[in-house]
């Protein structure tokens, strides 16, 4: 079985200040990892993926992860925030090669401080 | 594209009624979720439809009933609202074909249950 720990449920940081969501997971098997935004009242849509290759992903908005094997991390950054970045992030784990459902972890909530 | 289209987007209840979600996708997806929202809670998974036929509970299926209508609808039935079913629903889909998209997600539905 997989899980996500999101390590964070809310970061405040001022704006065009850098931020980093901590994401980590546990999983037997191998996984594709993926982050995922909410903006209020929204529903999800998917900010970046990480299938296999280039350890360092980008995503749209400015954002990128790194995943680290050997720490089962996915932490998600942006070096300088803008106000319209606040909303709740999502990391989240599926199988490698399996249509099988997705494992999300509880969210972090970025607060962006004028 | 319409991707996933969830209906009603806002619906109260009073204990006891019962009612259905609608969800369709447009995509020709195999795989349909229903994920509930809370606060603090993240998403949970409420049932699945890996095909067209088939369904399987998910972490929280105690008080629903789902119904996969055809490959592109999967409907969601609460047969005596209770008020701790008050939640935000998301409808999701995704292809076996295309598992490192992970989902696309509807809207939502926002449900109270007074």
């Known amino acids: 079985a997989q899980s996500v720990t999101q390590l964070d449920s809310q970061v405040p940081v001022f704006e065009e200040a850098p931020v980093e969501l901590r994401c980590n997971y546990s999983?037997?098997?191998?996984?594709?990892l993926f982050w995922y935004v909410q903006y209020p009242n929204q529903g999800l849509q998917l900010l970046l993926k990480?299938?296999?290759?280039?350890?360092l992903v980008k995503g749209i908005n400015g954002f990128e992860a790194e995943f680290n094997k050997s720490q089962t991390s996915f932490h998600l950054r942006k070096p300088s925030v803008h106000i319209s970045d606040t909303a709740e992030y999502f990391c989240?784990?599926?199988?490698?090669?399996?249509?099988?459902?997705?494992?999300f972890g509880k969210g972090t909530r970025l607060h962006i401080l004028p | 594209n319409a991707g996933v289209t969830q209906t009603p987007k806002f619906q109260v209840l009073k204990t006891g009624q019962s009612m259905t979600l609608q969800c369709a996708q447009d995509?020709?997806?195999?795989?349909m979720y229903w994920y509930r929202q809370d606060p603090g809670m993240g998403l949970r998974l409420i049932y699945y439809?890996?095909?067209?036929?088939?369904?399987d509970k998910g972490e929280v299926p105690n008080g629903y009933n789902v119904s996969r209508l055809n490959k592109r609808e999967f409907s969601l039935r609460l047969e005596s609202a209770a008020p701790s079913q008050t939640s935000v629903y998301f409808c999701?889909?995704?292809?076996?074909?295309?598992?490192?998209?992970?989902?696309?997600f509807g809207s939502g539905t926002r449900l109270t249950v007074v």
């Open positions: 989240a784990v599926r199988r490698m090669n399996r249509d099988d459902k997705i494992i």
């Open positions: 999983s037997s098997v191998s996984v594709y």
């Open positions: 995509m020709n997806h195999n795989s």
């Open positions: 999701a889909s995704s292809s076996n074909a295309l598992i490192g998209h992970g989902y696309t």
């Open positions: 439809s890996a095909s067209e036929g088939t369904t």
């Open positions: 990480y299938l296999s290759g280039s350890t």
